[in-house]
T-cell receptor, first 112, second 116 residues
Framework: EDKVVQSPLSLVVHEGDTVTLNCSYE??????LLWYKQEKKAPTFLFML????IEKKSGRLSSILDKKELFSILNITATQTGDSAVYLC????????????FGQGTRLTINP | EPEVTQTPSHQVTQMGQEVILRCVPI?????FYWYRQILGQKVEFLVS????????KSEIFDDQFSVERPDGSNFTLKIRSTKLEDSAMYFC??????????????FGDGTRLSIL
């Protein structure tokens, strides 16, 4: 059975701290790993990773994939209160209409 | 930025009733999906749809569920006879592997379905 596990489940830090969120997976037919930010409603797309060792970066957020060890990390530097959200990791399978298998999410709280 | 829109935002229905959840995917996207998230649990895949037919469905997507693309813009999920355990947030998503970022699914705000 395909499985995606995120850690920690919950994290509380102070504004300005750097955080690292983890995602490990065991799936058949791996094609891509995606990170989403879920605040109140829709998961909002952050990154899509398909190749090992290539960092994706967007502002203070960055992510990298290790296909040998089957995990990914999401880093957020200089955190702000607006970064408070649930961060979801999902893994996609075969090409085309690929179903996503989600982890349980990491709830990140940034205190001022 | 184009987005996936879903209606209604909240649906309250009596057990045993039929419900239709509506979605307008991003224009020119070719792949459509439904997911659900029971309160406090993971987001779960229900079904994917491409070229007017189901590509894949999960065990959750039994005979009580159906999907349809009735016209060029809408994508619907129908639950024929709702059960208490169908109460959840239902998300619609769409993607197009030929558009960057390749294949990333974009989600709507969801419909919160409450079965009484």
């Amino acid at each position: 059975e395909d499985k995606v596990v995120q850690s920690p489940l919950s994290l509380v830090v102070h504004e300005g701290d750097t955080v690292t969120l983890n995602c490990s997976y065991e799936v058949t037919n791996f094609r891509s790993l995606l990170w989403y930010k879920q605040e109140k409603k829709a998961p909002t797309f952050l990154f899509m990773l398909t190749s090992s060792g290539i960092e994706k970066k967007s502002g203070r957020l960055s992510s990298i994939l290790d296909k040998k060890e089957l995990f990914s990390i999401l880093n957020i530097t200089a955190t702000q209160t607006g970064d408070s959200a649930v961060y979801l990791c999902a893994v996609g399978g075969i090409q085309g209409a690929q179903k996503l298998v989600f982890g349980q999410g990491t709830r990140l709280t940034i205190n001022p | 930025e184009p987005e996936v829109t879903q209606t209604p935002s909240h649906q309250v229905t009596q057990m045993g009733q039929e419900v239709i959840l509506r979605c307008v995917p991003i224009s020119n996207h070719l792949y459509f999906y439904w997911y659900r998230q029971i309160l406090g649990q993971k987001v779960e895949f229900l079904v994917s749809f491409y070229n007017n037919e189901i590509s894949e469905k999960s065990e959750i997507f039994d005979d009580q569920f159906s999907v349809e693309r009735p016209d060029g813009s809408n994508f619907t999920l129908k639950i024929r006879s709702t059960k208490l355990e169908d109460s959840a947030m239902y998300f619609c998503a769409s993607s197009d592997p030929d558009r960057p970022p390749n294949g990333a699914q974009h989600f709507g705000d969801g419909t919160r379905l409450s079965i009484l």
